[in-house]
């Protein structure tokens, strides 16, 4: 049997999770007793030829971990049925992970196993009917005001920190990964535009994303373009980029950390998910001005992810709710004032009492008129149209 460009003669036993662990569309991706070494980095799409970005690398690393902790490395995998599958899930889901990890290493463990069927390692998938329900955590939801963003940038110790901040908060970048590879030529200032390059999706074909240059980010922008030195490439200091791209992947390291540490001295609680909650909360304010389809473009993801991670109710949408007139109030007050000024009355037309249907006149309810003289009078709920010429339809 060919594996990996190699010929590997199989066991009699079948292939254990060592010699026969396999990626979906990768040429193969053996796993190891030593999960440090388990996934091979020269994993390749073979049809696009597309090598695999480490951090997702490193994610495969976890469920790979797993799944040797709970079935063993010498474990034979045509050995594997549903039901072990399923004790898989229920050992996941008691090692205190948080649901969407839960689900989310499954559909992992089915693009193994799926491979691995479509290798003719084992006859069938027993991870295809395991999943699990991914529940999201609403109280782990925080949206920060702008207000609060404020306080965090006076209490930031250093211009590089405002604009980490900013561009989370104000450009809804994602951090590190983002924020820490915008570069001062992907800024336009004359159309106002900026393109973010966005390594999380580079390999599915959309490398950057087009946002505006929205006027709160500028002001931060405009103020690291004074301090940067001479030749400076990104725009925020290099030395953060380096420490956080690690040779496994894009890591927060002392980011989240000292952001901790900026958020308690600007007098506030740190909250779960430090600059998601700062991503979502842009979202959120944009979605309230712009289309969905605009804000998710400018975001980088879709309207079923913005709807189920991002978007968030505020407390300024209960007092805007509370304290002013909605449409539906407006609509009912509009035919109360009118009664109550022509004091209950139907308004009569100024024709008298002529019948309508004596006069010369067209009804068409789905026609739109053109004429400076003509006019449109209502009678009750009867549209009376007078004297039409050169009618639309």
């Known amino acids: 049997m060919e594996v990996n460009g190699r010929l590997v003669k199989a066991p009699a036993s079948g292939f254990t999770l060592i010699?026969?662990?396999?990626?979906?569309?990768v040429s193969i991706v053996a796993i190891g007793a030593?999960?440090?070494t388990s996934v091979t980095i020269a994993a390749t799409n073979a049809k696009e030829n597309i090598m695999f970005i480490s951090e997702?690398?490193?994610?495969?690393?976890?469920?790979?971990?797993?799944?040797?902790?709970?079935?063993?490395?010498?474990?034979?995998?045509?050995?594997?049925?549903?039901?072990d599958a399923m004790d898989f899930r229920q050992y996941l889901m008691n090692s205190k992970l948080a649901s969407a990890t839960v689900a989310k290493r499954l559909q992992f463990a089915r693009k193994f196993f799926h491979d691995a069927r479509r290798r003719k390692l084992i006859a069938s998938n027993p991870f295809a009917e395991v999943s699990a329900k991914s529940v999201v955590r609403l109280d782990q939801r925080r949206f920060v005001t702008q207000e609060e963003t404020t306080k965090l940038l006076d209490a930031c110790p250093n211009h590089h920190w405002r604009t980490i901040i900013a561009l989370a908060r104000y450009g809804g970048l994602r951090c590190p990964s983002e924020v820490l590879s915008l570069r001062w030529q992907d800024i336009d200032w004359d159309k106002q535009?900026?393109?973010?390059?966005?390594?999380?999706?580079?390999?599915?074909?959309?490398?950057?994303?087009?946002?505006p240059l929205f006027p709160e980010l500028q002001?931060?922008?405009e103020e690291a373009w004074e301090f940067a030195p001479e030749g400076a490439n990104y725009v925020v200091d290099e030395h953060y980029r380096k420490s956080s791209n690690a040779s496994n992947g894009w890591r927060n390291c002392n980011l989240r950390t000292y952001f901790e540490r900026i958020i308690t001295r600007a007098g506030l609680v740190p909250w779960p998910k430090l600059f998601h909650a700062l991503r979502s909360s842009r979202e959120t304010e944009l979605a309230q001005d712009f289309p969905i389809h605009v804000v998710t473009a400018w975001l980088g993801n879709t309207p079923t992810i913005a709807m189920r991670h991002y978007l968030l109710t505020t407390d300024a949408d209960f007092e805007r709710a509370a304290g002013g007139k909605t449409r539906t109030e407006k609509a009912v007050q509009i035919p109360v004032q009118q009664a109550q000024e022509t004091g209950g009355k139907d308004q009569q037309p100024e024709n008298g009492n002529r019948d309508i249907s004596e006069e010369k006149d067209t009804l068409h309810p789905s026609a739109t008129y053109q004429s400076g003289e003509d006019r449109i009078r209502t009678c009750g709920r009867k549209l009376i149209l007078r004297r039409i010429s050169n009618p639309v339809l």
């Open 219 to 221: 002001v931060a922008l």
């Open 19 to 25: 010699k026969a662990g396999v990626l979906r569309e």
């Open 34 to 36: 030593d999960a440090n």
């Open 56 to 83: 997702t690398i490193e994610v495969w690393k976890q469920p790979i971990r797993n799944l040797i902790a709970h079935f063993g490395p010498k474990k034979d995998i045509t050995k594997i049925s549903e039901a």
């Open 193 to 211: 535009r900026i393109n973010v390059p966005s390594p999380k999706t580079a390999h599915h074909g959309k490398e950057s994303r087009m946002i």
